[in-house]
């Protein structure tokens, strides 16, 4: 009975920021959860070939394009999701652009282009994903993908850091409003995980200098954060709601 609560069959997940790294990842686990998977992000080619991954391994799946700066777009996206596989119930709301320079070295657009992908995208995203969600009678899961930078932080991160924190706050207050309607509303926060976007860092002098500061001594592998996002898309989290869920190696211990 407890294996059967993390199941996510009949149900249509969308995740956000697909096409690599966190996203790619997340939307093959609830596909092999039994999710109908919808892969949104703006580069379609990457979209095709994950979604015939997934497919070919017995999944079902589409590709989307979706631009999270383009509210336009998201509408359009989901009428395209809902006509494929029925109404979203989980979105996991996880694209997001990293930053790396120096507050006093921050152009105007480096700053507006970060909070426009990591935290309106997440605003515009959720929002729609919520309001369809009331619209087909309530309920539903929506997970918005934080960092560890959202709770603690590092130089040379102050838009990735800001608008991650943000993100956690926007979570509680859309958990908080949901709640009503029965939507469930979480962040995952990971800490450094090993992904195609960020591997020949990790694997660097610099890279491992950094690691060495996380209690665990090594940087995540995409399979350990499986267990958390089931947790908050399934009902096996239906008492979870406005919760951080933290997957760091005990990264936030240290900064």
Same mark, same amino acid.
């Given at each position: 009975?407890?294996?059967?609560?993390?199941?996510?069959?009949?149900k249509?997940?969308?995740?956000?920021?697909?096409?690599?790294?966190?996203?790619?990842?997340?939307?093959?686990?609830?596909?092999?959860?039994?999710?109908?998977?919808?892969a949104?992000?703006?580069?379609?080619?990457?979209? #095709? @070939?994950?979604?015939?991954? =997934?497919? +070919?391994? $017995? &999944?079902?799946? *589409?590709?989307?394009?979706?631009d /999270?700066?383009?509210?336009?777009?998201?509408?359009?996206?989901?009428?395209?999701?809902?006509?494929?596989?029925?109404p979203?119930?989980i979105?996991?709301?996880?694209?997001?652009?990293?930053?790396?320079?120096?507050?006093?070295?921050?152009?105007?657009?480096?700053?507006?282009?970060?909070?426009?992908?990591?935290?309106?995208?997440?605003?515009?995203?959720?929002? #729609? @994903?919520?309001?369809?969600? =009331?619209? +087909?009678? $309530? &309920?539903?899961? *929506?997970?918005?993908?934080?960092? /560890?930078?959202?709770?603690?932080?590092?130089?040379?991160?102050?838009?990735?850091?800001?608008?991650?924190?943000?993100?956690?706050?926007?979570?509680?207050?859309?958990?908080?409003?949901?709640?009503?309607?029965?939507?469930?509303?979480?962040?995952?926060?990971?800490?450094?995980?090993?992904?195609?976007?960020?591997?020949?860092?990790?694997?660097?002098?610099?890279?491992?200098?950094?690691?060495?500061?996380v209690?665990?001594?090594?940087?995540?592998?995409?399979?350990?954060?499986?267990?958390?996002?089931?947790?908050?898309?399934?009902e096996?989290?239906?008492?979870?709601?406005?919760?951080v869920?933290?997957?760091?190696?005990?990264?936030?211990?240290?900064?």
């Amino acid at each position: 009975m407890a294996f059967e609560a993390f199941s996510l069959k009949g149900k249509t997940a969308l995740v956000t920021g697909a096409s690599s790294g966190l996203g790619r990842h997340f939307a093959r686990v609830l596909a092999r959860a039994g999710a109908r998977v919808v892969a949104a992000a703006r580069r379609l080619d990457r979209l #095709e @070939a994950l979604t015939n991954e =997934i497919r +070919a391994d $017995g &999944g079902e799946a *589409i590709a989307v394009g979706l631009d /999270v700066t383009k509210p336009e777009k998201i509408a359009a996206a989901f009428d395209t999701a809902q006509s494929a596989f029925g109404p979203v119930k989980i979105l996991v709301n996880n694209a997001g652009v990293p930053s790396n320079t120096f507050f006093t070295q921050l152009t105007e657009e480096d700053w507006r282009h970060v909070m426009d992908v990591n935290l309106d995208g997440v605003f515009r995203v959720g929002q #729609e @994903a919520a309001r369809r969600m =009331i619209k +087909a009678g $309530g &309920g539903g899961s *929506i997970i918005n993908v934080s960092s /560890v930078l959202g709770l603690g932080v590092l130089k040379a991160v102050a838009p990735y850091a800001a608008s991650k924190a943000a993100v956690i706050q926007l979570t509680k207050a859309m958990a908080l409003e949901l709640s009503r309607d029965r939507i469930r509303v979480n962040a995952l926060a990971p800490g450094y995980v090993v992904t195609e976007l960020n591997e020949a860092f990790l694997t660097s002098d610099a890279g491992k200098k950094l690691l060495a500061r996380v209690p665990f001594g090594r940087a995540a592998d995409l399979h350990e954060l499986d267990g958390p996002l089931l947790l908050l898309a399934s009902e096996a989290g239906s008492y979870m709601t406005g919760s951080v869920l933290v997957v760091d190696g005990g990264t936030l211990l240290t900064i």
